[in-house]
């Protein structure tokens, strides 16, 4: 039902910033609730932060609380990552997800249906 593209990642100095960018087509953002997830290697992916369908309702997994805002403009069908100081332990590959069902800023990776490619986040020391 609904196509995601993530872009914007790349290589950045510990310390530096990055904004994530999920393009959605098919169907309107309004219609999910949506996620940021990330996948290290060897490692599980986790959730990053989630933002409800309607409103400004948002939450983050206390590894990035206060350095990371997930934000949606549903009138670009837009949903974005913005990351500041940046830490060696955040480089990973980040997807972004949407959730059809609840709508609800979900922290489980099982509530969503729906995945963009992933962009890869390096952050060197």
């Known amino acids: 039902q609904v196509q995601l593209v993530e872009s914007g990642g790349g290589l950045v100095q510990a310390g530096g910033s990055l904004r994530l960018s999920c393009a959605a087509s098919?169907?309107?953002?309004?219609?999910?609730?949506m996620g940021w997830f990330r996948q290290a290697p060897g490692k599980e992916r986790e959730f990053v932060a989630a933002?409800?369908?309607?409103?400004?309702?948002?939450v983050y997994a206390d590894s990035v609380k206060g350095r990371f805002t997930i934000a949606r403009d549903n009138a670009k069908n837009t949903v974005y990552l913005q990351m500041n100081s940046l830490k060696p332990e955040d480089t990973a590959a980040y997807y972004c997800?949407?959730?059809?069902?609840?709508?609800?800023?979900?922290?489980?990776?099982?509530?969503?249906?729906?995945w963009g490619q992933g962009t890869q986040v390096t952050v060197s020391s």
């Open positions: 997800a949407a959730d059809p069902i609840s709508g609800l800023a979900s922290k489980s990776r099982y509530d969503y249906v729906y």
């Open positions: 098919g169907r309107t953002l309004s219609a999910y609730g």
């Open positions: 933002i409800v369908r309607i409103g400004e309702r948002t």
